[in-house]
């Protein structure tokens, strides 16, 4: 199993950045897939999650309005996109799959069977 995140970048204070996550080994419709970053100094922490379907989508309150998950199955790929970016953005964001979508649980680390390696995006004030 791979995941592979892509797209990160230097960026202005109020710019846009698309995270790409392409997976491949795995039946990614089966799959939830979640976004969580770190930032230097920090632990890693929950961006965003979108379950199998596409339809169910969830945020932690610091991206909520602003990032964009989505996910194309048919081309075993899921996104981040990326608005009104602030230097506390600054991380290096991970992209997770889970066999099992829980609210209750999705904030979870250990609950994530398979990670990619990492896509730095660093915002500039």
């Known amino acids: 199993v791979q995941l592979q995140a892509s797209g990160g970048g230097l960026v202005h204070t109020g710019g846009s950045l698309k995270l790409s996550c392409a997976a491949s080994g795995l039946t990614f419709s089966q799959y939830a897939l979640a976004w969580f970053r770190q930032a230097p100094g920090k632990e890693r922490e929950f961006v965003a999650i979108i379950d199998w379907s596409g339809w169910g989508t969830s945020y932690s309150d610091s991206t909520r309005g602003r990032f964009t998950i989505s996910r194309d199955n048919a081309k075993n790929s899921a996104y981040l996109q990326m608005s009104s970016l602030k230097p506390e953005d600054t991380a290096v964001y991970y992209c997770?799959?889970?066999?099992?979508?829980?609210?209750?649980?999705?904030?979870?680390?250990?609950?994530?069977?398979?990670w990619g390696q990492g896509t730095l995006v660093t915002v500039s004030s």
């Open positions: 997770a799959a889970n066999q099992f979508f829980s609210r209750a649980t999705m904030m979870n680390r250990q609950e994530y069977q398979y």
